[in-house]
């Protein structure tokens, strides 16, 4: 009853170009990966920053019982776990979509 991509992907009219990605076709790929791999440790020292001074926020907000602050405290946590979670899973979800988008 549901067809699998590969049989969704025989049914289509095109052929396959034979056009595959070069690792070494572009000049200046080794400090462009060194660029982006700086951002990623960039952006990981950002979110533990954040995450300690929201953390500090949410303890402020809580001891003095001010809600509002306390939940913006909270927010900031969750929202630098998140970004956290992203940059270190980066890498991850592009292989994930560019293996799945080749299937395509």
Known sequence: MFAT???LAALLPFDDP?????TSGLPGLAQLREIVGALLTFGLVACVA?????SVVWGFGSNSGNPHLAGRGKTGV???AGAALLIGAANAIVTFFSNTGSLV
């Open 5 to 7: 991509p590969y049989a």
């Open 18 to 22: 034979g056009i595959s990605s070069n």
């Open 50 to 54: 954040a995450l300690v001074v929201s």
């Open 78 to 80: 969750v929202v630098a």
